[in-house]
C-alpha cells in the first residue's frame, strides 16, 4: 500500500556518502529531516534513501508532497491520504492517523516542509509520540525543530566529479556530447560556477539546445564573477548560481514561454495540458501559440510533462510566481484557475449517471489540491461559486473518503453563504452524507431536515429527492428500514427527477426492503435497478445493487451466486476507489465462501477486509443485517478449518497489501 512517485527527471547522480550517511539515520533514527536552498536536490535525495532502504525492514513507504498545499488545515488529511487512509472516524483525524499507524514500522517522507514547518512539527510530534514504530524523513529549508530531530544538511553536489557527471549526463540527454578538450575544459568550468547545485546545473544542460558549452561558460563567468561583490557576504555563491540560471533560463526563454512559465505557477497538483490550455490562455497565448510555447518550456526542462501532466519545480515555480506579480496577473490568474476547477465540478452531476462516473472520479483525485486552492480562492472572493464548487464535489468525496476535507469545506461554505436556498440544499446534503458516514447519525438527520426545507423554498424536485435519500440512509443505519421505505416511496412520486436523484432513492428502497424481509420484491427491484445502471456505464449505484444482491443471496442460501455478486460489487467499487465499499465487499464475499466450505479463503477475505476497515478509521459498519452474518459466517469458517488455521490465514492477510489479496479474489 506504498504511496510513492516523486517526479525523475533522469537516473540519480552522486551524493554516494550521503545515501548512505541518510539511510543509516533512517535505520536507526526516528525523524531525519533533509535541509538545504531549494533546488540543491532534496526531494531526489530523499527518493533515493527510500529506493535503498525504503524496503528493508518497513511495512509500507508513503510520500506526501506537501507542495500541493497551502493552508495548515490540510496538513493531516494531505498525510493521511498518502498514508492510504480513508479516514470515515468522527475523532480528531490526528489521532485517526495515529490509529492507522500503529505499531507498523511506517517510513513516512514529507516533501517540502519549508512553508508548514509549525504545522509539521506539531503533527510529526504526535505521530512519533504516539507510534512507536514510525520513522519520518522530511525535506525542507530549514529544521522543523521537533524534539529528536536529526537534521542533515544538503550540500552542492563536488564541482569536479559529480556535478560534472550529472552535467554531463543532462547535456546528452539534451543532444550535446563533448569530444573536443576545450569542450570538456567548457564544461567544467560550467559546473564550477554553477557551484554544484543541481538544478541549476540541469537547467544549463537544458539550454545547450540553443547555446554551444563554450559560449555558456563565458556567459556564467561574466554574470557570476560581476556578482563577487558587496553582495557575495549576504548571499551565498550557490544562491547565487541557481538564482542566475533560473533568470538565464527566463531569458533564454521567448516571451510566449516566458508569460506562460509566470501563469503556470498558478497550479497545486500539476496540471493537465487541458487545464494549461483553459487557464493559462490570453493575449499572445492562443491556440498553436499556447502549445508551443508549453514545449518549449518542457525542451528548457522549464517544466516535464508525463502523459498530459505537468510538474514543475518548486524553485521554477516560485520564480513563476514572482514574474506573475510584476505582471500584475495573481488575481486574475488565481480567478481563472478557481473558475476553471468551479466548472470542472459542475460536471459531476452531469457525468454521474453515465459511462463516465469512472473517470469523473479519477480526473477530481487527481486534481485534489487544484480543487481545494480553487476553494480556498473563492471563499476569500466569491462565496456562493465556493458553495457550488463544495456542494458539487462533497458527495464524491464522501464517496472517495476525503471526508474530513469536505467537512471542512462545507462547513466553511454554509458559514460564508446565505443562499439561494437551492445551495444552502445542496451544501446541508452533502455535509449531511458525510456526517452520516461518520456515524454522526442525529447531526446528519437535522442536516436532512433543513435540505428538506430549503429544496421546498428553492421548488426543486432534484433537491427535494436528495434531502429524502439522506433522511432513508440515516434511518436505514439506525436500523428502521420501514420509515426509510416509507421515505423513499414518497420521493419516487410526483414529478420527473434528474437520474441520479431518482437511482440513490431506489437504492434506499431496495435497502429497506431487504432489511424488512421482503427478498422477493427487493431482490426484482435490484436487479432492475442494476440493469439499469449497466445500461448507463454507471458502477456506484450498481455497486450496491450487487451488495444487496449478495445479501438477498445469502439470506435465500445461494452461496455461490452471493460470492459473484460481491465480486462483481468489489470490481466497480475498485474502479472508484471507495475503501469503505471495498471493507463492506470483502465481508460479504468471506460470508460466502464460508457458506460454500472455503473457510481458509473467507478467513484470507475477513483479514483483507479488516485492513480496510482500519483504514476507514471505525471499525466494521454497514446496515445492521450485515452484522449477523458476519458472526455466523466466522463462527462457521472456524468450526470447518480450526482457530488455528483460521487465524493464520487471518493474520497473514492483515500483513498483506489488501489491493493484492482483492486481486487475487477477483481473479476467479
Request: glycine letters at 10%; aromatic letters at 6%.
Amino acid at each position: 500500500m506504498d504511496s510513492w512517485a516523486p517526479p525523475e527527471s533522469g537516473p540519480f547522480v552522486g551524493r554516494k556518502r550521503a545515501v548512505e550517511e541518510v539511510v543509516s539515520r533512517v535505520r536507526t533514527g526516528r525523524l531525519v529531516t533533509l535541509v538545504g536552498m531549494g533546488g540543491i536536490g532534496k526531494s531526489r535525495l530523499a527518493a533515493r534513501v527510500v529506493d535503498v532502504a525504503g524496503r528493508d525492514g518497513f511495512t509500507g513507504v508513503h510520500w506526501a508532497p506537501l507542495w500541493t498545499i497551502g493552508n495548515p488545515a490540510l496538513l493531516t488529511s494531505l498525510v493521511a491520504d498518502a498514508c492510504g487512509l480513508s479516514d470515515h472516524s468522527s475523532g480528531d483525524p490526528v489521532e485517526g492517523l495515529a490509529r492507522w499507524i500503529g505499531s507498523r514500522r511506517v517510513l513516512l517522507v514529507l516533501d517540502s516542509c519549508e512553508h508548514l514547518v509549525r504545522a509539521c512539527a506539531a503533527l510529526v510530534g504526535a505521530l512519533l509520540a504516539r507510534c512507536p514504530a514510525l520513522v519520518v524523513l522530511a525535506t525542507s529549508r530549514e529544521p522543523l525543530g521537533t524534539e529528536g530531530e536529526e537534521p542533515y544538511r544538503v550540500g552542492p553536489l563536488s564541482p569536479d566529479s559529480e556535478a560534472m557527471e550529472l552535467f554531463t549526463a543532462r547535456a546528452a540527454a539534451a543532444g550535446a556530447r563533448w569530444t573536443a578538450p576545450e569542450d570538456l575544459v567548457a564544461a567544467a568550468e560550467v559546473c564550477h560556477w554553477l557551484e554544484g547545485v543541481p538544478l541549476a546545473l540541469e537547467l544549463a544542460a537544458a539550454q545547450l539546445r540553443e547555446r554551444p558549452v563554450g559560449s555558456m561558460a563565458r556567459l556564467l563567468r561574466g554574470r557570476l564573477a560581476l556578482a563577487e561583490g558587496p553582495e557575495s557576504r549576504i548571499q551565498p555563491a550557490r544562491h547565487r548560481a541557481l538564482r542566475t540560471t533560473i533568470g538565464w533560463s527566463h531569458e533564454l526563454c521567448e516571451p510566449r514561454e516566458r508569460l506562460l512559465w509566470a501563469r503556470l505557477s498558478v497550479f497545486r497538483s500539476g496540471a493537465t495540458t487541458a487545464d494549461v490550455a483553459w487557464v493559462c490562455r490570453g493575449g499572445p497565448l492562443t491556440g498553436d501559440g499556447l502549445a508551443e510555447a508549453l514545449d518549449g518550456l518542457v525542451r528548457k526542462s522549464v517544466v516535464s510533462l508525463s502523459g498530459d501532466r505537468l510538474h514543475v519545480y518548486d524553485t521554477v515555480r516560485e520564480y513563476g510566481a514572482l514574474w506573475l506579480a510584476e505582471l500584475g496577473e495573481t488575481r486574475s490568474l488565481a480567478d481563472r484557475h478557481a473558475l476553471r476547477f468551479h466548472a470542472l465540478a459542475l460536471t459531476v452531476e452531469d457525468s454521474w449517471w453515465g459511462p463516465e462516473q469512472a473517470r469523473t472520479y479519477a480526473r477530481l483525485t487527481a486534481c485534489h489540491a487544484d480543487l481545494c486552492a480553487a476553494l480556498e480562492h473563492l471563499l476569500a472572493t466569491d462565496p456562493v461559486r465556493a458553495g457550488e464548487l463544495a456542494g458539487a464535489v462533497g458527495f464524491l468525496w464522501a464517496c472517495s473518503g476525503h471526508l474530513h476535507e469536505a467537512a471542512h469545506y462545507l462547513e466553511e461554505c454554509l458559514q460564508a453563504v446565505a443562499g439561494p436556498p437551492a445551495l444552502l440544499s445542496r451544501l446541508c446534503w452533502a455535509l449531511g452524507v458525510v456526517r452520516c458516514l461518520r456515524g454522526e447519525y442525529v447531526t446528519a438527520a437535522r442536516l436532512a431536515g433543513r435540505a428538506d426545507e430549503e429544496a421546498v423554498r428553492a421548488g426543486d424536485a432534484a433537491l427535494l429527492a436528495d434531502a429524502a435519500y439522506l433522511r432513508g440512509l440515516v434511518m436505514l443505519l439506525r436500523g428502521e428500514p420501514l420509515d426509510a421505505l416509507a421515505v423513499a416511496d414518497a420521493a419516487l412520486t410526483g414529478p420527473a427527477r434528474p437520474a441520479p436523484s431518482v437511482a440513490r432513492c431506489r437504492l434506499v428502497r431496495v435497502f429497506a426492503l431487504t432489511a424488512s424481509g421482503a427478498l422477493g420484491e427487493a431482490r426484482a427491484e435490484a436487479e432492475a435497478l442494476r440493469d439499469d445502471s449497466a445500461s448507463a456505464g454507471e458502477h456506484w449505484t450498481r455497486s450496491y445493487t450487487e451488495y444487496q444482491l449478495a445479501v438477498i443471496a445469502v439470506l435465500e442460501e445461494r452461496a455461490a451466486d452471493a460470492a459473484a455478486h460481491a465480486r462483481a460489487m468489489l470490481r466497480d467499487k475498485l474502479l472508484i476507489g471507495d475503501a469503505f465499499g471495498l471493507g463492506l465487499g470483502l465481508d460479504l464475499l468471506a460470508v460466502s465462501l464460508a457458506a460454500l466450505d472455503r473457510g481458509e479463503e473467507a478467513a484470507v477475505a475477513y483479514g483483507a477486509g479488516q485492513v480496510f476497515w482500519e483504514m476507514v478509521g471505525h471499525p466494521q459498519r454497514g446496515t445492521p443485517e450485515l452484522g449477523p452474518l458476519r458472526v455466523r459466517a466466522e463462527r462457521e469458517a472456524r468450526r470447518r478449518i480450526g482457530d488455528g488455521a483460521y487465524e493464520e490465514a487471518y493474520g497473514l492477510a492483515r500483513l498483506t497489501d489488501p489491493f493484492v489479496t482483492l486481486g487475487a479474489m477477483l481473479a476467479e
